[in-house]
């Protein structure tokens, strides 16, 4: 094959790629908007302004495109936790201010991950990506203590601390986060950098 043959394929590969991370991103704003619940081919397909047609060629069925859409934001936490873990510093403190940011800048997106969660509670499809903010929680909450029940505590925590603050909808304080973290954890805020 030629460089001239392959580059027709690159770009149509690119225009797919784009289309499909514009499809889940209208899947995203339908679910904070709407809620879950409001999820169909033809809410999204009018969100990002195509065809339905178009949305279910991308996304065969209403799992996959909610699949996809949970995928893109527990990605998007997975690599900050995984920052936090390989980062210097306080990686409870780290943990905190993950967590705050979900009643700021990141209301959005942590408002569609607890929607798209709980969803996987009635749709198995979506259940080994909803698991996965647990899982990073808990991946740093070992690099701070061998205790599972402390990081079991953590996980409880993190999750609660979320909930609370996308119902409270009020800027959270993180110094107090990080004290409620390392309560839950059963250390002090200070020894919580290793």
Avoid at 105 to 134: I, N
Avoid at 175 to 183: E, G, I, T
Wanted: glycine content about 8%.
């Amino acid at each position: 094959m030629t460089d001239g043959a392959e580059h027709p394929a690159d770009g149509r590969r690119a225009r797919g790629a784009k289309r499909r991370a514009e499809i889940i991103a209208a899947t995203l704003a339908v679910v904070t908007r709407d809620g879950a619940a409001g999820v169909t081919h033809r809410t999204v397909a009018k969100q990002a302004g195509i065809p339905t047609s178009l949305s279910t060629y991308y996304f065969a069925t209403l799992d996959d495109l909610l699949v996809a859409a949970l995928t893109s934001v527990a990605d998007a936490y997975t690599d900050r936790i995984r920052q936090i873990i390989d980062g210097p510093g306080d990686k409870l403190r780290g943990l905190a201010e993950l967590i705050v940011e979900s009643g700021g800048p990141g209301r959005e997106h942590a408002l569609a991950e607890r929607e798209l969660s709980t969803l996987a509670a009635r749709r198995p499809a979506l259940t080994p990506v909803a698991r996965r903010w647990r899982e990073n929680v808990a991946e740093l909450g070992a690099t701070l203590t061998d205790d599972p029940h402390a990081i079991a505590a953590l996980v409880a925590a993190s999750d609660g601390l979320c909930t609370a603050i996308l119902i409270d909808n009020v800027p959270h304080d993180v110094s107090h986060v990080h004290r409620v973290l390392a309560q839950a954890l059963g250390t002090s805020p200070a020894t919580t950098v290793r």
